[in-house]
């Protein structure tokens, strides 16, 4: 797995990324201390591209928290992405220990997210789901955290605007959902990142919002999102597909 690509994908704030000898790379966020954190471990095989959490030794708080959250079922976006992604695998470990033929009580939780490789699937990809992924499991503020807000604690260290172009990016791609450009075959991996997400339904004048990065996000390359926001409120995305078919029809005729 190409490190690069992961310093620009997965370093959601300075995390410490360090590279084992086969390749394997261990990731970690140096916000939470030392020993009650969570260790993500990213490889690659011949078939799959790999993604495990693991806790370390005194996390038992981030652990119940991550059971709790867990136990709440995929939100709508990562249903999304399971249901929509064939190839895609959200796997649970639990571990439990019985003491003296007592009760058994949990003894550890760890969980995988694989996705197997094809041709039109790249590492680029698999690093926008992982770090989705990663949003959902801990406490990041995804879900309800109001863009333009002042957050505090470990959810501060991060822009929700940030969160939410991850999300809409995993799940709807990189393609503009207007034109279908896709400015990465085009102009190679510098253009990658150029892709702009646009809010469907606009911001509220205060400011303030809580998009689902899924049903109210779509990516438009900047000439679309240029034109979306040519009045006010803005045009849909069917509007300016029905302009480019229009116009695109009368070039072809003249």
């Known amino acids: ?56 030794d005194f996390a038992s708080e981030l652990i119940e928290r991550t059971d709790r959250q867990i136990s709440t079922g995929a939100p709508d976006w990562l249903a999304g992405l399971l249901s929509n992604d064939r190839y895609l695998k959200c796997k649970i470990f639990r571990r439990s220990i019985e003491v003296n033929f007592g009760e058994r009580q949990s003894d550890g939780l760890w969980l995988q997210f694989e996705r197997k490789k094809t ?12 770090v989705s992924f990663i949003y959902f499991l801990f406490p990041y503020q995804i879900e309800g955290e109001e863009e333009g807000a ?47 997400v646009h809010h469907l339904n606009p911001l509220a ?6 998009p689902d990065p899924v049903k109210d996000l779509v990516p438009l390359c900047p000439n679309c999102h240029g034109i979306a926001h040519l009045q006010n409120p803005p045009f849909t995305v069917q509007e300016i597909q029905n302009m480019i078919a229009q116009n695109n029809a009368e070039i072809y005729t003249q």
């Open 119 to 130: 041709e039109s699937f790249t590492t680029v990809n698999f690093i926008d789901y992982v």
């Open 150 to 196: 002042e957050v505090t604690g470990l959810e501060s260290r991060y822009e929700r605007s940030s969160m939410n172009r991850a999300i809409c990016l995993a799940y709807h791609g990189y393609k503009c959902k207007a034109c279908k450009t896709d400015l990465q075959a085009i102009y190679g991996e510098v253009a990658r990142d150029f892709i702009h």
């Open 205 to 210: 004048t205060t400011g303030h919002s809580r």
């Open 1 to 56: 797995m190409n490190r690069h690509s992961l310093a620009g994908q997965i370093l959601l704030a300075d995390w410490i990324v360090s590279e084992e000898q086969d390749g394997t790379l261990i990731v970690r966020d140096p916000d939470i201390p030392s020993g009650s954190g969570f260790r993500l471990t990213l490889n690659e095989s011949t078939m799959y591209y790999q993604a495990k959490v693991e806790f370390e």
